[in-house]
């Protein structure tokens, strides 16, 4: 099954440019995830998008007590997104690690008009990564959305098998650098500033670019199916 949904999705990697009135909704797990995935593509195309975090980052910071592990990680979130010129967002009330158990409150998020909702790769190495994938299949079969909604999937802690759109964030990747470095309490314990825009610019080469995000570009239809030949 993952082999056949993988087989329907048109692969090759072409620029994309999202259409200045293209209604875009980024939603990721944890606070940091977004700058990692995409932050050059919300800084490039800050006007299209609405930003949601699905947990609140109270196991973020195991040496502080959950209410202020969470008002950091909340803050870092905002300062980030604020380096994007990024207005519309917010943060569910979800725990770190009980996405999964979710759905009740992921589902009030209206997707009806959005044209791209981006989401991790939904083979990442991390629960609450993968659970978005499962949860936004649910959402998507319950409630309304436009025909030709697509998802898009980013690069966290998982590279992308087959990519096949990809965003120039030449002009923004200082922008990307600042938004990660936003995350301060989480470098202290891991540094992924390195590799990450390392990826950026190994991904570039293939389009004798300096620095871009790759993404997969699914219709309904395919990710629906690579969801259920996964999950």
């Given amino acids: 099954l993952f082999r056949s949904a993988y087989l329907s999705v048109k692969f090759g990697v072409k620029e994309f440019e999202i259409e200045q009135d293209s209604k875009c909704l980024c939603l990721c797990p944890h606070q940091d995830d977004e700058s990692i995935g995409m932050g050059g593509t919300l800084a490039k195309y800050n006007k299209n998008f609405t930003v949601i975090c699905l947990t609140n980052g109270a196991k973020g910071l195991k040496s502080l007590p959950k209410e202020e592990a969470i008002k950091v990680r909340c803050e870092e979130f905002e300062a980030a997104l604020s380096k994007a010129s990024i207005s ?5 009330d979800i725990e770190d690690r009980a996405l999964i158990d979710s759905f009740e409150k992921f589902s009030i998020i209206d997707i009806k008009d959005y044209d791209y909702i981006f989401i991790p790769n939904l083979i990442d190495q991390h629960k609450d990564h993968k659970a ?14 436009r025909e030709n909604l697509k998802i898009c999937m980013y690069e966290v802690w998982a590279t992308l098998a087959l990519p096949n759109k990809s965003v120039d964030i030449e002009e923004q990747i200082e922008i990307k650098k600042e938004m990660i470095k936003s995350y301060k309490s989480q470098i202290e ?5 390195t590799p990450i825009i390392g990826l950026n610019m190994y991904r570039a080469q293939q389009l004798n670019k300096k620095y871009v995000e790759d993404f997969t570009l699914l219709s309904i239809k395919e990710f629906v199916e690579l ?5």
């Avoid at 519309?88 to 569910?92: F, T």
């Avoid at 949860?135 to 309304?144: A, H, R």
């Fill in 132 to 145: 978005v994938a499962i949860l936004l299949k649910k959402l998507i079969e319950q409630k309304p959305h």
């Fill in 227 to 231: 969801v259920n030949s996964i999950y």
């Fill in 189 to 193: 314990q891991r540094d992924y500033f």
């Fill in 88 to 92: 519309d967002y917010k943060v569910l």
